[in-house]
């Protein structure tokens, strides 16, 4: 069945660093979704992903959509403590399929 | 802006023991599932639901499950019989559409704990 796998698992960055997290799927994705998750918050949604080699930016995020619909990006331009959570996609491999998430990717900002 | 409740934030409840979850998607959603997250672990698919049935479900969701939409406001997720390894977050979500690219509105979950 379809897996998809996020690196790193955990990633630790001073203020200011920027951060990036990469997601990978086993089949072709019809879109790529990201969330955050708070520390003992729930997943909130972030933003979605449709077309091959989309790139989208909100304010210091940029999320990217590989050519190949397999993989995906979340950049994080000078990290702030606010930024601390979970980070996870998620995407099905048709609109009526099932949302799959990856196991997440945890940022800790050390001020 | 709306949005999914989940109720009770906390549950505790002894092996063996049945449990329901309760949760209220947003008014004018038509689609609603179950997720579970396992203590630092990923988020994962339980169940999905309209129209008064299971849509899909994942290995997960064994024959101790069970969801229902008892009015027209509440959706429930049952455990007959609680296990050890039912101990996790439960987050309800709700979809306006059946189709993926819909956001998914995660409730704040209910934290079940089984000694």
């Known amino acids: 069945g379809q897996q998809v796998m996020q690196i790193p698992q955990y990633q630790h960055v001073q203020e200011g660093e920027d951060f990036t997290t990469y997601c990978n799927s086993s089949?072709?994705?019809?879109?790529i979704q990201w969330y955050k998750q708070r520390p003992g918050g729930h997943p909130v949604f972030l933003i979605q992903?449709?077309?091959?080699?989309e790139v989208k930016k909100q304010k210091r995020l940029t999320f990217q959509f590989g050519e190949a619909k397999k993989n995906s990006s979340l950049h994080i331009t000078a990290t702030q403590t606010t930024d601390v959570g979970t980070y996870f996609c998620?995407?099905?491999?048709?609109?009526?399929?099932?949302?799959?998430f990856g196991p997440g990717t945890s940022l800790s900002v050390i001020p | 802006e709306p949005e999914v409740t989940q109720t009770p934030s906390h549950q505790v409840t002894q092996m063996g023991q049945e449990v329901i979850l309760r949760c209220v998607p947003i008014?004018?959603?038509?689609?609603f599932y179950w997720y579970r997250q396992i203590l630092g672990q990923k988020v994962e698919f339980l169940v999905s639901?309209?129209?008064?049935?299971?849509?899909?479900k994942s290995e997960i969701f064994d024959d101790q499950f069970s969801v229902e939409r008892p009015d027209g406001s509440n959706f429930t997720l049952k455990i007959r019989s609680t296990k050890l390894e039912d101990s996790a977050m439960y987050f309800c979500?709700?979809?306006?559409?059946?189709?993926?690219?819909?956001?998914?509105?995660f409730g704040p979950g209910t934290r079940l704990t089984v000694l």
């Open positions: 979500a709700s979809t306006a559409l059946l189709q993926s690219t819909d956001t998914q509105y």
């Open positions: 089949t072709t994705l019809s879109n």
């Open positions: 992903l449709v077309k091959s080699g």
């Open positions: 998620a995407g099905p491999p048709t609109i009526y399929d099932k949302v799959i």
């Open positions: 008014s004018n959603h038509l689609y």
């Open positions: 639901f309209y129209n008064n049935e299971i849509s899909e």
